[in-house]
């Protein structure tokens, strides 16, 4: 793409610009003023020093009438650049082969350039990006194209909840900055904003984010003050996080010369972009709903809910400030004596039978357990007062001991955060059943602790435990197996000459089938259990996957089991 990277001699290095641009940092584009509109690079140090980590890397430049290439060896060039064809086209193609003596790892994640190259399709509407994995056998493809840009990406992202209203998009220029946004409210709680500087993700915003929250704001509450009928509902003026629940919105600027706070670019610090996104977004948007009057009472109907929620939920969440703060644990929990937190590990079990099982089993010294019982609330259904009020959430958050974070973009209140550095055991391990039941019960604390407790996800404190799904009893000794092929292979291996028939094989159902001895052996002890961690790759895709999975909207999980019943191979029926 592009016009291709210039070849002609270097004024001052007397050799060829492509050489020098991939031999000298700082010698990339954003450094020539009169080279880019605006640049993503981060300190102009790409190119070259992804050929300094290279056993190989070619390079060869389209510029109409010729082909030019220059072939270098770990950062040091072959021959000089030269013509190797004719063409009618323009644009550079890279091609490297990374230094595995130098780079510790050596795979490439095809998730994370699959996530990568969405965001730039949506972000650059009509360019196509094509992704081959060759690796394997089978060969995978990606192609990414938008033809609605910023509005898809919005589409995208709500494809699995329930939205209010289309998604309302628009963009403009002023003094040099292009503003783009796009946003849309789903019936959910929780916010999805996700900002960009020249095509960069700027994770913790800057001012073109501020300047869109405050504009969405002021016209929410602009809209609001002009309806009667809602006034009667709520009359005082909604705040920040009123407005959030439920949003989901993309903001893009092409900036010139940006500024940002930091070396990784996460927060952009143009002062004077705050009031140019300011401005478009409260112009748009109040002409958009003046149009669509009927849009707007659906917003307010969904803010002004959000604002009677928050104020229950401060009252709820003083209770449990208050709770904490005397030192309350829940009577259900069987707590271990060890107090630093990286030795601790925290069973949370599901039904009072395994919890007691459990807490025999269990090393006193650094194992604690709560067990749970009853109906657990699906989160994802459910506004943050009722979750902070739901008696089975409660022994959770108060046993963990770091609050709880209704968790968005929108983090500011300062009674809202979650604090890391008070959690209590620095692994949480989910021991639940190997059947539905138990399946349920993961899933529904999975998404409580990725809505309201991410952090600890992020920090790979959330561990699934994986007790054995048979026991297999061969010449009076016992071998536990935790799926069909390892099952096969005990068998195999230590039942050789014996009629299958005649082993004893126990398929586990419930914890509670195992006595203390066995759970602590097979799913408890450090040195022989197996524990599953859980990570966090890709946020924007786990949200989607959540919400389909635990939202409303029936079609896209019926889809989503049409598709993946294949891959089950224990069918709980």
């Not at 592009?2 to 070849?7: K, L, N, S, T």
């Not at 002009?226 to 006034?231: E, F, G, S, Y």
């Not at 407790?453 to 054995?468: D, Q, T």
């Not at 946020?539 to 079609?555: H, N, P, Q």
Request: with cysteine; proline share 4%; aromatic share 10%.
């Amino acid at each position: 793409n592009g016009r291709g990277i210039p070849v002609d001699e270097h004024p001052t290095e007397h050799k060829s610009t492509l050489e020098v641009v991939l031999t000298q940092l700082h010698a990339g584009g954003k450094f020539d003023k009169g080279a880019y509109k605006v640049s993503g690079g981060l300190h102009g140090v790409g190119v070259s020093c992804v050929n300094a980590l290279s056993e190989t890397m070619t390079v060869s430049v389209y510029r109409a009438p010729t082909i030019y290439q220059q072939v270098y060896h770990k950062g040091i060039p072959a021959a000089p650049v030269a013509p190797v064809g004719e063409t009618d086209r323009f644009g550079t193609v890279v091609t490297f082969t990374p230094d595995y003596s130098i780079m510790e790892e050596n795979e490439f994640s095809f998730e994370t350039l699959v996530t990568r190259f969405r965001e730039l399709a949506f972000l650059n509407k009509g360019i196509k990006i094509t992704l081959i994995d060759k690796r394997e056998e089978k060969i995978k493809q990606e192609i990414f194209h938008s033809e609605g840009g910023l509005a898809e990406f919005v589409t995208y992202l709500n494809q699995y909840k329930h939205v209010l209203f289309p998604e309302i998009a628009f963009e403009g220029i002023k003094d040099g900055v292009t503003v783009e946004v796009a946003l849309q409210y789903n019936d959910k709680y929780d916010e999805k904003v996700i900002s960009f500087v020249n095509n960069i993700n700027t994770r913790e915003g800057g001012t073109h984010l501020s300047g869109f929250k405050y504009a969405l704001l002021r016209t929410i509450n602009n809209q609001l003050q002009k309806n009667a009928k809602m006034l009667k509902k709520y009359s005082d003026k909604l705040e920040s996080n009123d407005i959030s629940e439920g949003l989901t919105a993309i903001v893009s600027v092409k900036v010139p010369e940006p500024q940002f706070e930091g070396q990784t670019k996460m927060k952009l610090g143009n002062s004077n972009v705050y009031g140019i996104v300011s401005s478009l977004v409260y112009e748009n948007l109040n002409n958009y709903f003046d149009e669509f009057p009927a849009y707007m009472d659906i917003l307010l109907e969904k803010t002004i809910s959000a604002a009677l929620g928050r104020i229950a939920a401060r009252k709820a969440r003083e209770q449990i400030r208050k709770r904490s703060e005397g030192g309350g644990l829940p009577g259900k929990l069987s707590d271990c004596s060890e107090k630093d937190p990286a030795k601790c590990e925290v069973f949370i079990v599901e039904g009072d039978s395994a919890g007691g099982s459990a807490k025999q089993g269990r090393d006193r010294r650094t194992q604690a357990i709560l067990p749970l019982w009853g109906k657990m609330l699906n989160v994802e259904k459910a506004q943050e007062y009722r979750v902070l009020g739901n008696d089975k959430l409660q022994p959770v958050i108060s046993t963990i001991g770091a609050g709880i974070t209704r968790y968005n973009n929108n983090i500011n209140d300062e009674e809202q955060v979650f604090d890391l550095s008070k959690v209590r055991y620095h692994r949480v391990i989910i021991m639940a059943d190997a059947d539905v039941d138990g399946s349920h019960i993961r899933t529904l604390l999975l998404t409580f602790f990725f809505r309201y407790m991410r952090p600890i996800i992020e920090a790979g404190y959330v561990y699934f435990a994986m007790p054995p799904l048979y026991k297999i009893t061969i010449k009076n000794k016992p071998y536990y197996a935790f799926d069909e092929d390892e099952k096969k292979k005990i068998i195999e291996e230590y039942g050789a000459g014996i009629d299958e028939a005649k082993i004893p094989i126990q398929r586990y159902k419930g914890l509670g089938e195992m006595n203390p001895e066995q759970l602590w052996e097979t799913t408890m002890n450090p040195e022989t259990r197996f524990i599953s961690r859980i990570h966090l790759k890709d946020a924007e895709e786990a949200d989607r996957v959540f919400s389909m999975l635990m939202g409303e909207e029936v079609e896209p999980r019926r889809e989503f089991i049409d598709q993946n019943a294949v891959y089950v191979s224990n069918l709980d029926v």
